[in-house]
């Protein structure tokens, strides 16, 4: 059988594109009303996705006049679509800097009980500077602090999902005994940033725990991702840097002991498919049109932690001295310099740039017909650029259905993509090994838990 294609839907607003909200092709439901992603959840699941995402941000943006900056919070809205689907994985993202370990790792065990081992979590260190103000910090936490708190944070959450053996619960009701003392652990964690005695106060979850997905690029995301990413959202506006990148997480994996297989790499994709190239570029240009320069300049500025760009006249060939280097940048590094290689590379104007980051953000965009799009994804997996991608339909739900009904049967008679599920839980999905258990370990010590009075 040929390597298998692993598709995650990135369900974001009413598309990816920054003016689908206002395009008539895309979703007329408010964006809180859960049935609108219930919708989506089912059409991602009828088309046989491996898993579907969201996104997080935890401060309003400050473009909301111009722009919808609302959403339901993703680990409520999975808990939803959990009970309103059967296979499909589900993805949220929850920060590692703004929450305490012990709330994330019960709510994502959660999930992954009520999906029956669909759950996995986007970890993000949050580059969001006005984050902090929202959680009683006054400045962007620096890069290098969120990535080492991140550190412990996961030695943490992995601790407390692995507190429980998967047959600690024995509920018999004629011995009176519920659970086995010497199969739940406490963690004893006394660490630099947490101190938490656990253990989880929930049964093993059915995964053993969530898929964790993570979206480093920067050298030290990258060596976060390649300890403890099962999958890797990345943004490239070009196959080299994808190789790049692909070649680079698998060989850091490598390195951390692991089989490089067991970390799938999922660059973004965002495709406005027509039904010949005309018409598709001709859709994207509609939706082009609908865009705003003032919306554009400030989401830029977001990108590079707030810098001015608002003196720069709009049809001028950008330089890379209008910009600051990268490095200086504490916000999402890695997006700093995919932009700047497009600067360096394409020499567009600020109108240009600001039409294709419109588009979907710095991840590749396209305007094509369904061969076409067939192919990239097919050249890309078998050139080691990806192990599958992350859709990012420009509209929704309108472009998720043409990539549907056109783009997978086309991957599926090329033998590259599934005809049905097989498995139930998205790490048989992703087809990943479930996690070890200490309690499978010999040597391993396990502290016992000590009687407490409960509620
Ligand atoms: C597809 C994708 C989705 C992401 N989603 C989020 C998100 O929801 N919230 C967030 O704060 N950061 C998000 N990020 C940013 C990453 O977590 C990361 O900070 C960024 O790629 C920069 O890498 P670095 O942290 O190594 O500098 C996302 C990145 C990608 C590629």
Request: with cysteine; net charge negative; proline share 6%.
């Amino acid at each position: 059988m040929k390597r298998q294609l692993h598709l995650n839907l990135f369900i974001h607003g009413r598309g990816h594109h920054e003016a689908s909200w206002r395009h008539p092709a895309s979703s007329s439901l408010p964006l809180t009303d859960i049935r609108y992603y219930q919708d989506l959840a089912q059409r991602a699941e009828t088309a046989l996705f491996d898993s579907i995402f969201f996104a997080d941000q935890l401060a309003l943006g400050g473009d909301v006049m111009q722009a919808p900056r609302t959403w339901l919070e993703p680990i409520t809205v999975l808990a939803a679509l959990a009970t309103a689907t059967s296979r499909v994985g589900l993805i949220a993202t929850a920060s590692t800097t703004y929450t305490e370990p012990f709330n994330l790792a019960r709510q994502f065990a959660s999930i992954d009980h009520i999906s029956n081992g669909r759950a996995a979590w986007n970890i993000v260190t949050t580059w969001l500077a006005t984050a902090a103000e929202n959680y009683g910090g006054s400045g962007q936490v620096s890069h290098a602090d969120r990535y080492a708190r991140g550190e412990e944070y996961m030695a943490v959450v992995k601790e407390l999902w692995d507190s429980w053996a998967a047959d600690a619960v024995i509920d018999d009701r004629a011995s009176g005994l519920y659970a086995r003392r010497e199969r739940i652990r406490p963690i004893n964690h006394r660490g630099e940033s947490y101190t938490v005695t656990g253990p989880l106060n929930m049964p093993r979850c059915p995964q053993g725990r969530p898929v964790l997905v993570q979206a480093g690029s920067s050298d030290t995301g990258r060596r976060f991702a390649a300890r403890h990413a099962d999958a890797v959202f990345t943004a490239h506006m070009a196959k080299p840097t994808a190789q790049e990148f692909y070649s680079d997480l698998k060989r850091l994996a490598a390195a951390e002991g692991r089989n490089p297989e067991h970390i799938l790499i999922l660059p973004g994709l965002s495709p406005m498919i027509g039904s010949t190239e005309a018409e598709a570029q001709r859709l994207a240009g509609d939706v082009n049109d609908l865009t705003d320069p003032v919306v554009g300049r400030k989401r830029l500025s977001g990108r590079f932690g707030g810098h001015d760009f608002s003196h720069l006249p709009l049809d001028r060939p950008l330089a890379p001295g209008d910009f600051p280097d990268p490095s200086s940048v504490e916000a999402a590094r890695s997006r700093a310099e995919v932009i700047l290689n497009l600067v360096r590379r394409d020499k567009p104007t600020l109108r240009q740039l600001l039409g294709y980051l419109a588009g979907a953000r710095g991840h590749y965009v396209m305007a094509g017909t369904p061969e076409q799009v067939a192919d990239l994804i097919e050249d890309w997996l078998i050139d080691g650029a990806a192990d599958g991608f992350n859709i990012m339909p420009p509209l929704l739900p309108a472009q998720l259905d043409v990539f549907s009904a056109e783009v997978l049967p086309l991957l599926q008679r090329r033998g590259l993509f599934r005809t049905e599920y097989t498995g139930t839980t998205l790490r048989e999905h992703y087809g990943l090994p479930r996690p070890a258990s200490v309690f499978d370990d010999p040597n391993r010590k396990v502290d016992l838990l000590e009687f407490v009075a409960g509620v």
